[in-house]
C-alpha cells in the first residue's frame, strides 16, 4: 500500500465505525507549552481535560506533526537514523468517554491484521506492569499468543503533564527479522528490530498534586500510529526514507543537486535525506502561516530551511534549490493536502526568498568557520563569540554551527554564545515560556452546572440575567451582553445592577472556553449569587469597536487585492479608538499601495452594502470561500461575516449592519514587526475626523511657523528655507576650511623631520582631510597625521604623505583609529579615519608619532 492508500484506509475504517472524521489541525497549536503541534492529541488537549465539549465523543485524524524545537526536537537525528523526521503524519483514533480499552485494543488489531494484512506472527504487545486489564483483554479477547505480550514500566504509562488526566498505556511493534538485530521482544531484544509504530493510551486517573491518582469520572482513549512507520513496514523497507513519498523526494533532490545516490558517499545520501524531509517541514509551515525569524517557531523554520540549504551547499549546489524542492512536495503530496496545493506559489516564494538571503553570506560564514577551524584540534571549542558572528552577521543558526563544528570533534563555547547573544533570542525563549495561569477549577464547575454563557450582545444592549457567580474581582452571568475578548477585539465596558447594588465592568474575558467573566473595576453596594441582574453595556463604545472590526476584514480584501494572495492575517487588535492589523508580506507596503487600499476600502464604505453576519457549518463556510483568521479556533458550527460583496470571512466579532455605519478609514501607519511581518495602524469613524483635524492642525502649525498665510503654500516655504539652509552649510564650511588650511604653514613649522603630527580644532571631516594636504605640501614636510574631535561628535584622523616619503599614509594611523575605535579604508598617500572615542585621540595621535618614528 502507498501512503496515500492508508491515509485513506485508516479514516474509512474508523468513520465506518462512528468516528467523526476532522481534519488535520494548524501546526500552530493552541495549547501554550508547545512550539509546534507534537502529536495527534494536541488539538484535542482541552477535551481530555473537560474545558471544552468535543464535536464527537468519538473522531479520528490524521495530524500533521513537527518536531524542531524545544524538549520535541529530532532535528540532529534527521538524515542519519532510520526513523527520525522533522515533519510526519499521526493517524488517531480517539474516544471521549464513549469505548475504552476492550474495544480500542479490538480496533487496533482488527485494523493492522484485516485490513493492512500484517502477519500477526510478527506483532508483538506491551502494557505497563501494573495494567493486568490491559493484559487480558489482549490475551482473552483479542487473541494475541500470551508469549507476544510483554510488560514495560515508564514506556508504557501517558501523563499529560505532572498533574490531571494519565494512565498507562499499550504499544504494538512490528518485529522485522534476525538481520535487524537480537530476538528478546520489545522488552530485552534490539530496538531497530522491534519498531513501535501503535500507541494507545489509556486516560483513566486524574492526578494531584502530591502524586495520589483518583479515577476520572470520564476515560478516554489517545491513540497515536505513525503513517511512515506503518508504511515502511507495509513496504518491506527498512526505512522510513525508503516508503514511496520520502523515496520521491529524494529522487527529485538527487536531481536538482545532481547527485547519483548510487553512486553517492553515505553522506551525501545523508545530505540528500535532510533536503526531503526539511522540504516537507518547510512547506507544511509555511503553508500553516510560520515565516522565517529570530523568534519561536519562525526561529525553529529559518534553522530547519539553513540547514537543507548548507547540505544543498555541501553537495555543490551553488543555485537555489529548495523553492524545486518545494514543487516536489506539492507534487508528491498535494492530493492529500489541498491547502498546501493552495498555497503553493506564496510558500515557495517565501521559501526562495529565504535561500537566496542565507546564500548571500553562507560562503562568507563558511569560510571564516572553516579557517578557524583549521586552527583547532579534535577536542578542542569553538569560542562562543564566533559562534555568535556566524549567527549575528551571516545568518548561522547556532545549532547548524555546531553540526558543522561537530563533524570536525570540536564543541561550541555555548555559554558565550549566550553571553553574547543579543535582545533578540531571550524575546524568542521569553516567547515559549509558559504564562502562569489561576485556578480555574471553580469556573468549569460553573460550566459543568450552568453550561456556557448566553451571549445576547448581538440584538441586545442590555439584558436581563441571573448572577451565578461574584467575588472581589470578576460576576458570572447565565446571559450577557458584554462581549468576551477574542479573535483580536477587546472586551466590553459597562454596568451590571441588581436591586441590592451596581457593578462597574472595566473589561470582559473568557475565564474558561465559554464562559464570560466581568472585572470588577467599582462596586456600588453588594450584589449577590442567585440575584436577578440588568446587564448594560457602554453602547456607544461598543459602536466605534463594531466599526474598527469589520474594517479590519475590509483592510484584509483590500491588502490581498493590491498586494497580492499571498497577505494572510496574522494578528489583530480591535478597539474603539483604532485597529491593528498584523499581516504575512515579505517587503514594505508602498504609500502608493496604502493610497490604493484605502481607496478601495472607502469605495467599499461609500457604497453601502449590507453585511450579513450568520451562522453556518465549516463546510459550507469553506464552500462560500470564507477566509478563517490567524489564531482562531474554530468547530462545526461557525459564524461567517460577509462584509459587502467582497469580502467573505470567519468571525465571531460584532459588526456593523451596513459597511456606510463604517464611515472613513484611515491608516495612520505600516510598518515592520517582525521578519516578513508587516502592521497597519488605521482609524474609522470619529477616529478618522479626529485624526484628520489633528493633520489640520499641524499644517496650520507648520504654515505659521514657515511664514506663510496658508497651508498649501507650506511646502515651498519649506523647500526655500531648506535652499537657504543648505547655501549657508556650504558657505560655513568654506569659511572653515579656509581658515583651517590657514593653519598650514604654522603647522608646518612644527615639522620634527619632515613629519607634522597634531591636535586642531574647529573643523570637519573633509576640512581635515584639505588641511593635512595643505601642510604636507608646505616645503620640507613629507608626512602628516592630524586629528581633531568633530563638532557633530565622534573624531577624525587624517594622514597624508608626499611620493617621496618612506610612509604610507594608512599606515600611519593604522593602530592610531582602533584606538579611536573606527576604521576607515586605508590608502598609501591620503588615508582618513573616523571613530566614536574622541577622549582617546591624544593616545591615537602618540601612536601616529610611535608608526613616523618621532614618538
Known amino acids: 500500500m502507498k501512503a496515500n492508500e492508508v491515509r485513506k484506509a485508516f479514516t474509512d475504517y474508523f468513520v465506518e465505525r462512528g468516528h467523526l472524521d476532522l481534519p488535520s489541525a494548524s501546526l500552530i497549536p493552541h495549547d501554550p507549552t508547545v512550539l509546534f503541534t507534537v502529536a495527534g492529541m494536541v488539538p484535542f488537549k482541552t477535551y481530555f481535560t473537560g474545558e471544552e465539549a468535543p464535536p464527537g465523543n468519538r473522531v479520528v485524524s490524521i495530524q500533521k506533526c513537527v518536531r524542531a524545537g524545544g524538549k520535541h526536537n529530532d532535528l540532529d537525528e534527521i538524515g542519519r537514523t532510520l526513523r527520525h523526521l522533522t515533519f510526519f503524519e499521526m493517524m488517531g483514533n480517539f474516544s471521549f468517554g464513549d469505548y475504552f480499552k476492550s474495544e480500542a485494543c479490538a480496533f487496533a488489531w482488527d485494523f493492522i491484521t484485516n485490513v493492512l494484512e500484517l502477519d500477526p506472527d510478527r506483532l508483538w504487545v506491551t502494557v505497563h506492569i501494573s495494567d493486568d486489564e490491559a493484559a487480558e483483554i489482549w490475551e482473552n479477547e483479542v487473541g494475541v499468543a500470551a508469549d507476544r505480550i510483554q510488560r514495560l514500566d515508564e514506556d508504557n504509562y501517558w501523563k499529560m503533564g505532572d498533574t490531571g ?53 470520564k476515560t478516554a482513549i489517545d491513540t497515536g500510529m505513525g503513517l511512515e512507520r506503518t508504511v515502511s513496514i507495509l513496504q518491506g523497507v527498512d526505512s522510513v526514507w525508503d516508503t514511496d513519498e520520502l523515496a520521491a523526494l529524494q529522487e527529485f533532490a538527487a536531481e536538482l543537486t545532481g547527485i547519483d545516490p548510487a ?14 524531509d526539511h522540504a516537507r517541514s518547510t512547506s507544511m509551515l509555511v503553508s500553516d502561516g510560520v515565516f522565517p525569524s529570530n523568534e519561536a517557531r519562525g526561529y525553529a523554520l529559518r534553522r530547519i530551511l539553513r540547514r537543507a540549504v548548507r547540505h544543498a551547499y555541501i553537495l555543490g549546489v551553488e543555485t537555489p534549490v529548495m523553492g524545486g524542492m518545494v514543487d516536489a512536495v506539492v507534487e508528491v503530496m498535494g492530493g492529500d493536502y489541498p491547502d498546501l496545493v493552495e498555497n503553493h506559489a506564496f510558500v515557495r516564494d517565501v521559501v526562495d526568498r529565504e535561500e537566496v538571503r542565507f546564500r548571500e553570506t553562507l ?24 559562534a555568535f558572528l556566524l549567527h549575528d552577521t551571516y545568518g548561522f543558526p547556532l545549532e547548524v554551527t555546531q553540526e558543522i563544528t561537530g563533524e570536525r570533534g570540536v564543541e561550541v563555547d555555548v555559554d558565550g554564545f549566550r553571553a553574547a547573544m543579543s535582545a533578540q533570542q531571550k524575546r524568542a525563549k521569553d516567547a515559549r515560556k509558559v504564562s502562569a495561569s489561576g ?48 479573535g483580536g477585539q477587546i472586551g466590553d465596558t459597562g454596568t451590571i445592577q441588581t436591586e441590592t447594588g451596581v457593578i462597574t465592568v472595566s473589561d470582559s474575558t473568557y475565564g474558561v472556553p465559554g464562559l464570560t467573566v466581568h472585572a470588577i473595576a467599582e462596586a456600588n453596594g ?7 441582574a440588568m446587564a448594560t453595556i457602554d453602547d456607544d463604545r461598543r459602536a466605534a469597536i463594531r466599526r474598527n472590526h469589520t474594517a479590519t476584514h475590509l483592510l484584509h480584501w483590500a491588502l490581498r487585492e493590491i498586494v497580492g494572495d499571498h497577505v494572510k492575517q496574522q494578528g489583530s487588535w480591535v478597539g474603539p479608538d483604532r485597529l491593528r492589523f498584523d499581516f504575512s508580506h515579505y517587503e514594505s507596503v508602498t504609500a502608493e499601495q496604502i493610497a490604493a487600499v484605502e481607496d478601495l476600502v472607502n469605495d467599499e464604505v461609500l457604497n453601502n452594502p449590507s453585511c450579513r453576519h450568520f451562522e453556518t457549518t465549516m463546510d459550507e463556510a469553506q464552500k462560500l470561500g470564507a477566509i478563517a483568521f490567524f489564531g482562531d479556533k474554530y468547530g462545526d ?64 502649525a507648520t504654515a505659521d511657523a514657515l511664514g506663510v498665510a496658508n497651508a498649501d503654500e507650506a511646502p515651498d516655504a519649506a523647500e526655500r528655507l531648506q535652499n537657504e539652509v543648505k547655501n549657508l552649510r556650504k558657505q560655513l564650511s568654506a569659511a572653515k576650511q579656509q581658515l583651517a588650511v590657514g593653519q598650514a ?29 595643505s601642510v604636507r605640501d608646505q616645503g620640507d614636510v613629507h608626512a602628516v597625521v592630524l586629528g581633531a574631535v568633530l563638532d557633530g561628535g565622534g573624531v577624525a584622523l587624517a594622514a597624508a604623505v608626499t611620493p617621496e616619503s618612506a610612509h604610507k599614509a594608512g599606515e600611519l594611523i593604522d593602530d592610531a583609529k582602533k584606538t579611536i575605535g573606527g576604521g576607515g579604508k586605508a590608502a598609501d598617500d591620503i588615508s582618513v579615519a573616523g571613530g566614536k572615542n574622541a577622549e582617546s585621540l591624544d593616545e591615537a595621535l602618540d601612536q601616529a608619532r610611535a608608526a613616523a618614528g618621532i614618538g
Open 165 to 217: 488526566p494519565c494512565g498507562p498505556c499499550s504499544e504494538i511493534f512490528w518485529d522485522k527479522g534476525p538481520e535487524f538485530g537480537e530476538d528478546g521482544g520489545p522488552a530485552h531484544g534490539d530496538e531497530d528490530r522491534f519498531i513501535e509504530f501503535w500507541n494507545l493510551v489509556f486516560m483513566q486517573y486524574d492526578q494531584a498534586d502530591d502524586g495520589t491518582k483518583m479515577p476520572l469520572p
Open 263 to 276: 553512486a553517492a558517499e553515505p553522506e551525501q545520501l545523508v545530505s540528500l535525506r535532510i533536503l526531503a
Open 363 to 386: 560562503r562568507t560564514g563558511q569560510a571564516i568557520l572553516d579557517d578557524k577551524l583549521d586552527s583547532l584540534g579534535e577536542g578542542e571549542t569553538l569560542p562562543g563569540d564566533t
Open 439 to 486: 485556578d480555574t477549577g471553580d469556573l468549569v464547575a460553573l460550566v459543568d452546572a450552568h453550561g456556557e454563557t448566553v451571549f445576547t450582545g448581538r440584538d441586545e444592549i442590555t439584558s436581563d440575567a441571573t448572577v451565578l457567580h461574584v467575588d472581589d474581582s470578576i460576576v458570572v452571568l447565565d446571559r450577557t451582553p458584554f462581549y468576551a475578548e477574542s
Open 526 to 532: 453588594a450584589i449577590e449569587t442567585g440575584q436577578a
Open 637 to 700: 458550527v461557525v459564524r461567517v461575516l460577509e462584509a459587502g460583496p467582497n469580502s467573505t470571512e470567519l468571525c465571531g466579532g460584532t459588526h456593523v449592519k451596513a459597511l456606510g455605519d463604517i464611515g472613513m478609514v484611515k491608516v495612520l501607519s505600516e510598518g515592520s514587526i517582525g521578519s516578513n511581518i508587516r502592521r497597519i495602524e488605521a482609524v474609522t469613524g470619529d477616529g478618522t475626523r479626529e485624526a484628520l483635524r489633528e493633520v489640520d492642525c499641524t499644517l496650520a
Open 745 to 773: 604653514p604654522a603647522l608646518a613649522g612644527k615639522a620634527i623631520d619632515g613629519v607634522v603630527v597634531d591636535r586642531v580644532d574647529g573643523v570637519d571631516r573633509n576640512g581635515l582631510r584639505d588641511l593635512a594636504v
